[in-house]
């Protein structure tokens, strides 16, 4: 086995729960040390979990939402200085409801946390890799960036901005050693419809997928070298592919019936 100084290291973000957590779990198992950073105290009990897997990990409690919180991060992870060999730009956050009738502050930390933060610490994850000359990057988006999200406005914006990032990264270092690979989970069974308030809609009471599952996924492609991973059911690869050929006025509606308030119950 590989001693801690020869293994590694991975960096992943909103890794207190859900997907985060899950892939923070597969780097483990696959011999990864771990930068894991979250807001919330969770970030304690993933930190011992993983460490019971024989990783070496860093726990990082900060609030990515507000720039000098992705300027801790970035500090605390040069301070240990290893490379990076994989980032995952995972944490994220939605808001359910009519976009007039929801908190214009937690609209804006969606865009805060969903995008702003993603760019700040890609900005300096990307340089670094490319003067080093290699490295893997995964950009958590959503299969909701592929098509309008009424009642999700911000949310489903947010990740159509992830993934045409993602996208346009990894076509400019096509030519370097630095892969960028996007994840697009479905409906996942996390927190994230509980905390968007999003429990009595359709999609929030509907069958979700495994968020292991969605993990493994999406690690696989992100060692594949990927640009992206549809991942969940089979239903998620139809949406995506259908996706592409639907007007998106037909495609709002569509996400509409799922995600209006109270369509639980329809």
Same mark, same amino acid.
Not at 13 to 32: K, N
Not at 86 to 92: D, H, I, K, R
Not at 94 to 121: I, M, P, Q
Not at 189 to 213: I, M, S
């Given at each position: 086995?590989?001693?801690?100084?020869? &293994?590694? %290291?991975?960096?992943?973000?909103? *890794? $207190?729960?859900?997907? +985060?957590?899950?892939? /923070?779990?597969?780097? !483990?198992?696959?011999?990864?040390?771990?930068?894991?950073?979250?807001?919330?105290?969770?970030?304690?009990?993933?930190?011992?979990?993983?460490?019971?897997?024989?990783?070496?990990?860093?726990?990082?409690?900060?609030?990515?939402?507000?720039?000098?919180?992705?300027?801790?991060?970035?500090?605390?992870?040069?301070?240990?200085?290893?490379?990076?060999?994989?980032?995952?730009?995972?944490?994220?956050?939605?808001?359910?409801?009519?976009?007039?009738?929801?908190?214009?502050?937690?609209?804006?930390?969606?865009?805060?946390?969903?995008?702003?933060?993603?760019?700040?610490?890609?900005?300096?994850?990307?340089?670094?890799?490319?003067?080093?000359?290699?490295? &893997?990057? %995964?950009?958590?988006?959503?299969? *909701? $960036?592929?098509?309008? +999200?009424?009642?999700? /406005?911000?949310?489903? !914006?947010?990740?159509?901005?992830?993934?045409?990032?993602?996208?346009?990264?990894?076509?400019?270092?096509?030519?370097?050693?630095?892969?960028?690979?996007?994840?697009?989970?479905?409906?996942?069974?996390?927190?994230?419809?509980?905390?968007?308030?999003?429990?009595?809609?359709?999609?929030?009471?509907?069958?979700?997928?495994?968020?292991?599952?969605?993990?493994?996924?999406?690690?696989?492609?992100?060692?594949?070298?990927?640009?992206?991973?549809?991942?969940?059911?089979?239903?998620?690869?139809?949406?995506?592919?259908?996706?592409?050929?639907?007007?998106?006025?037909?495609?709002?509606?569509?996400?509409?019936?799922?995600?209006?308030?109270?369509?639980?119950?329809?």
């Amino acid at each position: 086995m590989k001693t801690n100084s020869q &293994r590694p %290291l991975a960096l992943v973000t909103g *890794a $207190s729960r859900g997907i +985060g957590y899950e892939l /923070a779990r597969v780097f !483990a198992e696959h011999g990864h040390d771990l930068v894991l950073a979250a807001e919330d105290g969770g970030i304690v009990e993933a930190k011992q979990a993983f460490e019971a897997l024989g990783a070496t990990v860093t726990s990082v409690r900060v609030d990515l939402t507000k720039p000098e919180g992705v300027e801790e991060l970035v500090g605390q992870v040069r301070a240990l200085g290893r490379p990076l060999a994989c980032a995952v730009l995972n944490a994220g956050v939605g808001v359910g409801g009519a976009f007039h009738e929801t908190e214009l502050r937690k609209n804006l930390e969606v865009v805060d946390l969903n995008c702003r933060s993603v760019v700040h610490l890609a900005h300096y994850i990307v340089h670094d890799m490319v003067e080093r000359g290699e490295g &893997r990057i %995964l950009i958590t988006s959503s299969i *909701a $960036s592929t098509m309008p +999200g009424p009642f999700e /406005a911000v949310y489903a !914006a947010s990740k159509a901005f992830d993934q045409s990032f993602a996208h346009a990264l990894r076509n400019e270092l096509k030519d370097t050693s630095v892969t960028v690979t996007s994840l697009m989970p479905g409906p996942t069974e996390t927190d994230f419809f509980r905390r968007a308030g999003l429990e009595d809609t359709k999609v929030g009471a509907g069958a979700k997928d495994d968020a292991g599952l969605v993990a493994r996924q999406g690690y696989e492609a992100l060692m594949a070298g990927k640009d992206h991973v549809v991942a969940g059911s089979l239903k998620n690869k139809v949406q995506a592919a259908v996706a592409k050929i639907i007007q998106e006025k037909v495609k709002a509606e569509m996400h509409r019936s799922k995600a209006e308030p109270g369509s639980a119950d329809n």
